[in-house]
């Protein structure tokens, strides 16, 4: 399987401490990007990282891309409990086609 | 930023009947659109890519007589599963590429559709 892999498979903290979930994946690719889903919904996008891209900022969201090590992190500073939710990476090699990881679920404790 | 809406929800339907669901671009023209399925608590498995007038083209492992594909339009992608089984029950979920975009841009997904069979 080409999927990507995610950790941790699950994190818990509490509220107002940052929230951190890697990924790694298989081939090269072309861009990374993160989705949000909370449970039994669609996907909402958060960020996209760019092959030749090696940090990106978005509000209180890090990503860090590492093309030689095939990683990437998320990072969520200050997490609030409307953070809870699974993350998912999702990569793409030069095709419209996405390869998501395992994910990540977030539980934020109020 | 565009909306694909999908259609229904959530539906439920005896086992052996056939269920479609609709995968709409709201707002933009999407060339390309695909179709995944997610079991509880897990990730999100690519079944097909749907291309507007043509054949879709099916993950290995995926039944293609199982899982109808047709697209029909820019801005309409129909999965029909047919004679469904309670091992079809699953979360379906589309996304779509706005046309015109280059790749390097990002996908927007339905909402989802979580199928129970019985």
């Known amino acids: 399987s080409q999927q990507g892999e995610e950790d941790p498979q699950a994190l818990s903290i509490q509220e107002g401490e940052n929230a951190t979930m890697n990924c790694s994946y298989k081939?090269?690719?072309?861009?990374l990007q993160w989705y949000r889903q909370n449970s039994g919904r669609g996907l909402v996008h958060l960020i996209l990282i760019r092959s030749n891209e090696r940090e990106k900022h978005s509000g209180r969201l890090r990503v860090t891309l590492d093309t030689s090590k095939k990683s990437s992190s998320l990072l969520i500073t200050a997490s609030r409990a409307a953070d809870t939710a699974s993350y998912f990476c999702a990569t793409t090699s030069g095709t419209y086609k996405y390869i998501f990881g395992t994910g990540t679920r977030l539980k934020v404790l109020a | 930023g565009a909306v694909v809406s999908q259609h229904p929800s959530w539906v439920i339907c005896k086992s052996g009947t056939s269920v479609k669901i609709e995968c709409r671009s709201l707002?933009?023209?999407?060339?390309?659109m695909f179709w995944y399925r997610q079991f509880p608590k897990q990730s999100l498995m690519l079944m097909a890519t749907?291309?507007?007038?043509?054949?879709?083209?099916?993950e290995q492992g995926v039944e293609k007589d199982k899982f109808l594909i047709n697209h029909a339009s820019l801005t309409l992608s129909t999965l029909t599963v047919t004679s469904a089984h309670p091992e079809d029950s699953s979360f379906y979920i589309c996304s779509a590429f706005q046309r015109g975009r280059g790749r390097d841009t990002e996908a927007f997904f339905g909402q989802g559709t979580r199928l129970t069979v019985v």
């Open positions: 707002d933009f023209q999407a060339t390309t």
């Open positions: 749907s291309n507007e007038g043509s054949k879709a083209t099916y």
């Open positions: 081939t090269s690719i072309n861009n």
